[in-house]
């Protein structure tokens, strides 16, 4: 995102620059669905060589979001197929040991199954989800690894990290045969890579006692990957000094100037700890795709590490999120579910949701051409 080479004030405030804000029309909201991105529809091109190649399984990525309605009482599915029919369990142990078996998990996730030396299924199925950014990835069978093509990820047979940037293993599902039929279910239990609770499931209960040994300021920030982090409140003084620690570069905030709790002195706070600042407004109930344009453009020529915050999170979120999307090439669907899954919960918001599949939409082509 930053570039040094860009003239950037140390701090700068572009309040007074800012276009007049227009209520948000709802007339311009789309409720198609975004149709398959560059980089998924290379993904998808990139797995299928290498199923080919390597003789595996693989179904097209673009199909799997086909929730499947078989479901038991404790939240197991049928693993599905293209066509969101359950697949035989013999038509994948049919393959050779080492087939890794694309197949629409939980939610329609896609799910890697593999067929051990033993001509049994794993119990372990790895979901199709880079734990970087969410881009989708091909199993190379030379390398044997997972390999992903976006900022070149690599993780091991059992989804364990074995390059960056992605620092957290693959997500896990549990998988069992009963009769023909293959069952995918949530993994809940101890990590087996980790020997300690799931990430994903840590994410889920933020009650978890893994805030422990946490700077105060590490316990209010999600961490969207090596150069964008929100915080999910307004920013301490004593915050603003750890964010220095941590080694952030810039702060971005989005709050008004009016909005209860705010921090009047946070843009000397942040310049005394040696950070960029950058302040733009952003009212929940107002926001439009030109204060957007503005913001999306600061977060390119700040100095990264950037820590956006508002005062819980969600104008932070969804602007990060938008910015994710547009640069990474991943749908609406795909970016809030990884956001959901890294603690960014839109659902409370619904316009702001709504936003930004507006913005994404209206703007994927733009970003996509450039
Ligand atoms: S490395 Fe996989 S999304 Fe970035």
Redesign the pocket.
């Given at each position: 995102m930053a570039d040094e080479s860009l003239p950037l004030e140390h701090s700068f405030n572009v309040e007074s620059n800012a276009s007049p804000i227009d209520p948000i029309d709802d007339k311009l909201f789309s409720s198609e669905s975004p149709s398959m991105s560059r980089r998924q529809l290379l993904n998808f091109l990139t797995g299928s060589v290498v199923a080919i190649t390597a003789g595996s399984i693989l179904f097209p990525g673009a199909k799997f979001f086909i929730p499947p309605s078989e479901e038991n009482d404790s939240g197991a599915v049928l693993a599905k197929d293209i066509h969101g029919k359950p697949i035989p369990a013999q038509q994948i142990l049919a393959n050779p040991p080492g087939t890794r078996a694309l197949i629409a998990g939980l939610a329609g996730e896609p799910t890697y199954l593999t067929v051990q030396e033993d001509g049994t299924l794993s119990k372990m199925g790895v979901v199709d989800n880079?734990?970087?950014?969410?881009?989708t990835?091909p199993w190379n069978e030379v390398d044997q690894q997972f390999q992903?093509?976006?900022?070149?990820?690599r993780f091991a047979p059992d989804g364990s990290v074995q390059r960056?940037?992605?620092n957290r293993p693959l997500k896990l599902s549990r998988v069992w045969v009963d009769g023909d039929a293959i069952w995918v279910a949530p993994w809940n239990d101890i990590d087996p890579r980790t020997g300690e609770t799931p990430w994903w499931v840590n994410n889920l209960n933020h009650s978890q006692p893994t805030d422990a040994g946490k700077t105060e300021l590490a316990k209010e920030t999600i961490k969207l990957?090596e150069s964008l982090s929100i915080a999910t409140t307004q920013l301490s003084p004593n915050q603003l000094k750890q964010a220095a620690q941590a080694g952030y570069q810039s702060v971005l905030n989005l709050r008004s100037p009016n909005e209860p709790g705010f921090l009047e002195n946070e843009q000397q706070l942040v310049k005394r700890a040696g950070l960029q600042y950058a302040h733009i407004p952003v009212n929940p109930a107002q926001i439009t795709d030109s204060l957007t344009d503005q913001v999306l453009a600061t977060i390119d020529q700040l100095k990264e590490p950037i820590l956006i915050h508002c005062q819980s999170g969600v104008r932070s979120g969804a602007m990060a999120l938008i910015f994710m999307a547009l640069h990474?090439g991943m749908t609406v669907d795909r970016v809030l579910s990884t956001g959901q899954q890294m603690g960014i919960n839109l659902d409370a918001q619904p316009q702001i949701k709504q936003f930004v599949h507006h913005y994404v939409d209206a703007h994927r082509q733009a970003y996509t051409a450039a």
């Amino acid at each position: 995102m930053a570039d040094e080479s860009l003239p950037l004030e140390h701090s700068f405030n572009v309040e007074s620059n800012a276009s007049p804000i227009d209520p948000i029309d709802d007339k311009l909201f789309s409720s198609e669905s975004p149709s398959m991105s560059r980089r998924q529809l290379l993904n998808f091109l990139t797995g299928s060589v290498v199923a080919i190649t390597a003789g595996s399984i693989l179904f097209p990525g673009a199909k799997f979001f086909i929730p499947p309605s078989e479901e038991n009482d404790s939240g197991a599915v049928l693993a599905k197929d293209i066509h969101g029919k359950p697949i035989p369990a013999q038509q994948i142990l049919a393959n050779p040991p080492g087939t890794r078996a694309l197949i629409a998990g939980l939610a329609g996730e896609p799910t890697y199954l593999t067929v051990q030396e033993d001509g049994t299924l794993s119990k372990m199925g790895v979901v199709d989800n880079c734990t970087h950014l969410g881009c989708t990835f091909p199993w190379n069978e030379v390398d044997q690894q997972f390999q992903c093509p976006c900022h070149g990820s690599r993780f091991a047979p059992d989804g364990s990290v074995q390059r960056g940037p992605a620092n957290r293993p693959l997500k896990l599902s549990r998988v069992w045969v009963d009769g023909d039929a293959i069952w995918v279910a949530p993994w809940n239990d101890i990590d087996p890579r980790t020997g300690e609770t799931p990430w994903w499931v840590n994410n889920l209960n933020h009650s978890q006692p893994t805030d422990a040994g946490k700077t105060e300021l590490a316990k209010e920030t999600i961490k969207l990957n090596e150069s964008l982090s929100i915080a999910t409140t307004q920013l301490s003084p004593n915050q603003l000094k750890q964010a220095a620690q941590a080694g952030y570069q810039s702060v971005l905030n989005l709050r008004s100037p009016n909005e209860p709790g705010f921090l009047e002195n946070e843009q000397q706070l942040v310049k005394r700890a040696g950070l960029q600042y950058a302040h733009i407004p952003v009212n929940p109930a107002q926001i439009t795709d030109s204060l957007t344009d503005q913001v999306l453009a600061t977060i390119d020529q700040l100095k990264e590490p950037i820590l956006i915050h508002c005062q819980s999170g969600v104008r932070s979120g969804a602007m990060a999120l938008i910015f994710m999307a547009l640069h990474e090439g991943m749908t609406v669907d795909r970016v809030l579910s990884t956001g959901q899954q890294m603690g960014i919960n839109l659902d409370a918001q619904p316009q702001i949701k709504q936003f930004v599949h507006h913005y994404v939409d209206a703007h994927r082509q733009a970003y996509t051409a450039a």
